[in-house]
């Protein structure tokens, strides 16, 4: 008689797994606990779609007839906090002989995994994950004893070896990287359509009163739950996506829209990550539209090199680093979070968008998450560590794996350019550009100084000043470093005097 234990974000019908177990005999375990709905405080969206889509799985697991110990919330919540004490009163109840359990997504939980092998009086066996496209193994090889491991490296690598969208040992369209052309500016006057909706059945029902209830100082707002908590449902969402905003994803991937909190954006990675799609299965159903003639290159490959390139490439980054990349402070950044960040009220229009959008809906596509909110942490020299606890608790898709990296890494470069080969600043200027906010803001993205000066302008030269000396040898920063000195002694004293004050006032911008 065996025991699976299977976690919020192990919700994977396939998963080999289960061909492991006798529906007859064995049983499998699934809980809504306390210690990891507060981990962080999650935004209410976030956990009401992990518990649904928990209760969805089960009652799929128990159609097809396996024996499914479920323990919602108001169960567990005043019995058992962890996943340990309720594992030890599982096992206490029946007389198991093995304990199975499936690679968890994060070090906190690996650690706990381990201890019970050294700890629990049946044996321990642990599957691969199943809702990666590489396993964490050949991850590790990847990594191992690269200096540089960069993802364009890694990218390049991992469609060779799965042949997505190559043609024989070439790229399709002639090249591996179609980013150049991703950055097109948001015009005016451009709808993108709306993603699919899913109605809440009884389940979610329940679920969002529940979260109501328990979580009511969380982030988040309920009445914008209307994700798919199923697998049959997500795979409407990615055909939605495919059908509806594919083809222009690669042109708008880089464009910050007013109002348009999706732009052409998929809204699959919580599905993904949560185990309701698989990433493969994504990738080939992108790659089949291209050979369609349904999507152009740039927007196919734009959207692969996503879920191939960076989603793989950031989980193998988290598992080769281990648990003491959570402690990097490249830049010494330890500035607190301004209260706006909880609160969502701030006056620059980009940030008011992206925070907005991110505490109310669980989300923020990637440019408001990378250029708007991690930009503005970066030059502002936040908190690391009040950062990454931000990023992990309001997104609907935030798991410490993917959120680590593109946090510390790529938005705070505070390890020290492992991720990124240059931290990715950028002034009022490149925001503007990109998109429609600058037009409906209090600040002029063309200002420097003054009451009416985009923050981001002055915080930006600030951040060029302070790390000079590191960036002048960096060649792709120097030209930053010249073009600071080009201006004159008075200019650099009012930016620096001005961008101190917006440091000191930081609360009210
Ligand atoms: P799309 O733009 O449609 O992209 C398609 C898919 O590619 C996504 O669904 C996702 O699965 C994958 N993807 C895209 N970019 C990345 C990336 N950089 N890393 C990993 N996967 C990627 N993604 C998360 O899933 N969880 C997080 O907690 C998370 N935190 C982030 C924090 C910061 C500071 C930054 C800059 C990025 C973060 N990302 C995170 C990556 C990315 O922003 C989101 O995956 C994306 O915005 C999700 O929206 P979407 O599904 O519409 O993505
Ligand atoms: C995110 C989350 C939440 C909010 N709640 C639960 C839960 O009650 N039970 C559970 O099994 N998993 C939950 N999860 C997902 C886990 O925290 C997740 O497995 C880890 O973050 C590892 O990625």
């Not at 306390?34 to 799929?60: C, G, Q, T, W």
């Not at 369609?292 to 080769?320: M, T």
């Given at each position: 008689?065996?025991?699976?234990?299977?976690?919020?974000?192990?919700?994977c019908?396939?998963?080999?797994?289960?061909?492991?177990?006798?529906?007859?005999?064995d049983?499998?375990?699934?809980?809504?606990?306390?210690d990891?709905?507060?981990?962080?405080?999650h935004?209410?969206?976030?956990?009401?779609?992990?518990?649904?889509?928990?209760?969805?799985?089960?009652?799929?697991?128990?159609?097809q007839?396996?024996?499914?110990?479920?323990?919602?919330y108001?169960?567990?919540?005043?019995?058992?906090?962890?996943?340990?004490?309720?594992?030890?009163?599982?096992l206490?109840?029946f007389a198991?002989?093995?304990l199975?359990?499936?690679?968890?997504?994060?070090h906190?939980?690996?650690?706990?995994?381990?201890?019970?092998?050294?700890?629990?009086?049946v044996?321990?066996?642990?599957f691969?994950?199943?809702?990666f496209i590489?396993?964490?193994q050949?991850?590790?090889?990847?990594?191992?004893?690269?200096?540089?491991?960069?993802?364009?490296?890694?990218?390049q690598?991992a469609?060779?070896?799965?042949?997505?969208l190559?043609?024989?040992?070439?790229?399709?369209?002639?090249?591996?990287?179609?980013?150049?052309?991703?950055?097109?500016?948001?015009p005016?006057n451009?709808?993108?359509?709306?993603?699919?909706?899913?109605d809440?059945d009884?389940i979610?029902?329940?679920?969002?009163?529940?979260?109501?209830?328990?979580?009511?100082?969380?982030?988040?707002?309920l009445?914008h739950?209307?994700?798919?908590?199923t697998?049959?449902?997500?795979?409407?969402a990615?055909?939605?996506?495919i059908?509806?905003?594919?083809?222009?994803f690669?042109?708008?991937q880089?464009?910050?829209?007013?109002?348009?909190?999706?732009?052409f954006?998929?809204?699959?990675?919580?599905?993904?990550?949560?185990?309701?799609?698989?990433?493969?299965?994504?990738?080939?159903?992108?790659?089949?539209a291209?050979?369609?003639g349904?999507?152009?290159?740039?927007?196919?490959e734009g959207?692969?090199?996503?879920?191939?390139?960076?989603?793989?490439y950031v989980?193998?980054?988290?598992?080769?680093?281990?648990?003491?990349?959570?402690?990097?402070n490249?830049?010494?950044?330890?500035h607190?979070?301004?209260?706006?960040f909880?609160?969502?009220?701030?006056?620059?229009?980009?940030?008011?968008?992206?925070?907005?959008?991110s505490?109310?809906?669980?989300?923020?596509h990637?440019i408001q998450?990378?250029?708007?909110?991690?930009?503005?942490?970066?030059?502002?020299?936040?908190?690391?560590?009040?950062?990454?606890?931000?990023y992990?608790?309001?997104y609907?898709?935030?798991?410490?794996w993917?959120?680590?990296?593109?946090?510390?890494?790529?938005?705070?470069y505070?390890?020290g350019?492992?991720?990124?080969?240059?931290?990715?600043?950028?002034?009022?200027?490149?925001?503007?550009?990109?998109?429609?906010?600058?037009?409906?803001?209090?600040?002029?993205?063309?200002?420097?100084?003054?009451?009416?000066?985009c923050?981001?302008?002055?915080l930006?030269?600030r951040?060029?000043d302070?790390h000079q000396?590191?960036f002048?040898?960096?060649?792709?920063?120097a030209?930053?470093?010249?073009?600071w000195?080009?201006?004159?002694?008075e200019?650099?004293?009012?930016i620096?005097?001005?961008?101190d004050?917006?440091?000191?006032?930081?609360?009210?911008l």
């Amino acid at each position: 008689m065996k025991l699976l234990l299977l976690l919020g974000d192990q919700l994977c019908l396939k998963h080999p797994v289960l061909q492991h177990l006798n529906p007859a005999t064995d049983h499998i375990l699934m809980a809504e606990l306390p210690d990891e709905a507060s981990y962080v405080p999650h935004n209410k969206l976030k956990i009401a779609l992990v518990f649904s889509a928990m209760r969805h799985f089960a009652a799929a697991l128990m159609q097809q007839g396996f024996s499914v110990h479920y323990y919602q919330y108001t169960d567990t919540k005043d019995r058992w906090q962890s996943f340990d004490a309720l594992l030890q009163y599982q096992l206490s109840c029946f007389a198991y002989q093995a304990l199975y359990l499936v690679e968890p997504g994060e070090h906190r939980l690996q650690s706990q995994f381990n201890q019970w092998a050294d700890s629990l009086p049946v044996p321990v066996r642990q599957f691969d994950s199943h809702h990666f496209i590489f396993s964490r193994q050949q991850m590790l090889d990847w990594f191992a004893g690269k200096q540089q491991p960069r993802m364009e490296h890694f990218y390049q690598w991992a469609r060779r070896q799965t042949g997505l969208l190559m043609s024989g040992s070439n790229p399709e369209g002639g090249k591996f990287n179609f980013d150049k052309h991703n950055r097109r500016a948001w015009p005016a006057n451009l709808t993108p359509p709306k993603a699919q909706r899913f109605d809440t059945d009884d389940i979610t029902t329940k679920v969002l009163a529940l979260v109501e209830k328990e979580f009511a100082q969380n982030p988040g707002r309920l009445e914008h739950f209307h994700f798919a908590v199923t697998a049959c449902q997500a795979e409407q969402a990615l055909d939605d996506f495919i059908q509806t905003r594919l083809a222009n994803f690669g042109d708008y991937q880089d464009a910050l829209a007013d109002d348009e909190p999706g732009v052409f954006h998929s809204l699959l990675s919580a599905y993904i990550n949560l185990g309701l799609l698989a990433p493969i299965t994504v990738c080939r159903r992108a790659e089949a539209a291209y050979y369609q003639g349904q999507a152009p290159i740039n927007a196919v490959e734009g959207f692969i090199r996503q879920v191939l390139g960076w989603r793989e490439y950031v989980r193998g980054l988290y598992w080769h680093c281990g648990e003491d990349y959570a402690n990097n402070n490249h830049f010494n950044a330890t500035h607190p979070l301004p209260k706006w960040f909880w609160q969502g009220t701030v006056r620059m229009r980009c940030v008011q968008q992206a925070v907005g959008n991110s505490l109310h809906l669980a989300y923020a596509h990637h440019i408001q998450r990378l250029m708007v909110i991690g930009n503005f942490a970066l030059l502002a020299g936040l908190d690391v560590k009040q950062v990454c606890q931000w990023y992990l608790a309001v997104y609907i898709d935030a798991f410490e794996w993917v959120e680590l990296p593109n946090t510390l890494g790529m938005a705070l470069y505070a390890d020290g350019g492992l991720l990124a080969s240059k931290p990715y600043a950028a002034s009022g200027n490149y925001l503007n550009k990109m998109g429609s906010h600058c037009q409906h803001c209090p600040y002029s993205p063309k200002l420097l100084t003054g009451n009416k000066a985009c923050p981001y302008n002055s915080l930006y030269w600030r951040f060029i000043d302070i790390h000079q000396q590191e960036f002048a040898a960096n060649p792709r920063m120097a030209l930053m470093v010249s073009q600071w000195h080009k201006k004159s002694h008075e200019q650099r004293s009012a930016i620096r005097h001005w961008a101190d004050g917006l440091i000191r006032r930081i609360d009210s911008l």
